[in-house]
């Protein structure tokens, strides 16, 4: 799993291979960066030789451009050997962690030296660090990541549209496939301001007057947004970033105490679906809460608060 932080320049490697066996191509390969979700190409280029003395080894240093935000990015690679025209695709996870390698090991005590008894290697950390951010996303049933993406939601005749998911900026806003809203270019159908709601899960429309509000008892509106609501029953695709602007102290919180038990092996019976363990002089029943959750009683009650975000309308 080719996995890079946001933020983080990222590498990615090629070898290209006749018989299990790394050779030189007939000439260097190409590489071919798109987003995987809509095809779009991003990015392409040509990797470069590791050294000269290891045949088919090659590398290529992503864009900065392309780990600002949360995406799954799609490596297509080609190249070829002997006049054989060679396709490899592969693709690459761009994610925001919880908690950083530095972070972590800072707050559990852990050395990066390998002659100390508490060391642990960087590889080790950020493994852990991937399995707890996914039981976090698990329980939580939504990421923490920063995604550029849409998010579709159906109006209510009122002057606040719930949406979804969390959103941070808003690019466009397209009513039944219509575009009415694009901020960058100065457009604007309704003339109203649009507004984030203070919990992130909502657009409101702002009235040109401060303190007027629209008239619920307008029910039939046949000029939609110019009367300060989204019509109801139309259904509005918003784009624009989603997600968080920065990991909440909870999460973080979570992450340390689940990447522990990772890294102490506290989670091996119950990865196991052992439930009771009988050693003679010690019996061990574990609650099937624990089967359920993250398997950490504290970390859920941290997480708990995130959930119950979600029911939060405005």
Request: hydrophobic share 30%.
């Amino acid at each position: 799993m080719i996995e890079v932080y946001t933020g983080a320049t990222g590498t990615v490697n090629l070898i290209t291979y006749k018989d299990g066996v790394p050779v030189a191509p007939d000439s260097s390969p190409s590489i071919s960066i798109s987003n995987a979700t809509t095809g779009t190409v991003l990015n392409t280029g040509t990797p470069t030789l590791v050294d000269t003395d290891y045949e088919g080894e090659y590398y290529y240093n992503l864009p900065s451009n392309l780990t600002d935000v949360d995406t799954t990015l799609k490596i297509d690679w080609s190249y070829s050997i002997d006049g054989r025209s060679v396709e490899e695709t592969e693709y690459l996870y761009v994610t925001t962690p919880y908690a950083t390698i530095d972070e972590i090991a800072f707050e559990l005590g852990h050395s990066s030296r390998p002659e100390d008894p508490n060391y642990y290697s960087y590889d080790k950390i950020k493994s852990a660090e991937r399995a707890a951010r996914m039981m976090i996303d698990s329980y939580l049933g939504f990421s923490l990541g920063k995604f550029n993406t849409s998010s579709v939601s159906y109006g209510e005749g009122a002057d606040v549209l719930i949406l979804t998911d969390k959103i941070l900026s808003i690019s466009k806003i397209y009513e039944n496939d219509q575009l009415i809203y694009d901020p960058a270019n100065n457009f604007n159908i309704s003339g109203f301001d649009m507004e984030i709601t203070e919990t992130g899960y909502g657009i409101r429309i702002v009235p040109a007057n401060p303190g007027d509000d629209i008239s619920e008892k307008e029910y039939f509106d046949y000029t939609g947004l110019t009367k300060g609501r989204f019509r109801d029953g139309y259904r509005y695709s918003v784009e624009g970033t989603y997600g968080w602007n920065y990991i909440p102290p909870e999460i973080k919180q979570s992450m340390f105490l689940l990447v522990n038990d990772l890294l102490c092996n506290d989670t091996l019976w119950r990865t196991k679906y052992v439930k009771k363990i009988n050693s003679g002089q010690m019996s061990v029943e574990l609650s099937s809460l624990s089967f359920s959750g993250t398997g950490n009683a504290i970390v859920d009650s941290l997480l708990q608060k995130f959930k119950m975000v979600q029911a939060v309308i405005i």
